[in-house]
């Protein structure tokens, strides 16, 4: 009976330290699958002498989307494609051909992840250039319960250049 005791003390003081870990392994995945698809689009823009696009699309059903929604919901998955659109401002088009598609990631519904602007797409020029005009920057977090240093700021440069830094849940 003690030695039951003493195991259920020790599981109520290490469960919630488990918890906080898996959060921030969470956030870790996500921060990496998503640093991941920009130097994705970048090295294919460069590789095919191409234009390619990183988007907000919903990839939560599986299934491989046809077009970039309008929505600025990174959350709910992204994708990068061939974007053969010659003018850096315009909008990413409204139907992308098949084949066209070259990776797709579907978000993790337990974290947040928010651009500080209303941009729902970047686009890679052939030499590796992005569309932006200023830095991009994201911030990712659990939905819930975030403490410690769980927050994580992604910046994407104008050059497009990414990277990522830990900082403290706000």
């Not at 959350?75 to 070259?102: N, Q, Y």
């Amino acid at each position: 009976m003690i030695t039951i005791a003493i195991v259920a003390i020790l599981a109520s003081i290490a469960l919630p330290s488990f918890a906080v870990m898996i959060r921030g392994n969470r956030v870790s995945t996500q921060t990496n699958d998503f640093l991941s698809a920009f130097n994705l689009a970048r090295n294919e823009s460069i590789s095919r002498s191409r234009g390619v696009s990183i988007c907000a699309a919903d990839t939560r059903n599986g299934a491989i989307p046809t077009a970039c929604g309008a929505s600025t919901d990174w959350g709910k998955g992204w994708m990068v494609f061939v974007d053969d659109t010659v003018s850096p401002t315009t909008d990413p088009p409204t139907a992308i051909a098949l084949g066209s598609v070259i990776r797709t990631w579907t978000a993790n519904e337990n974290n947040l992840l928010v651009p500080d602007s209303a941009k729902f797409f970047v686009r890679f020029n052939p030499r590796g250039l992005s569309n932006l005009t200023s830095d991009l920057t994201f911030t990712l977090k659990p939905a819930s319960n975030c403490s410690n240093d769980q927050q994580r700021t992604i910046v994407i440069t104008s050059l497009g250049r990414s990277s990522s830094s830990k900082g403290a849940c706000s």
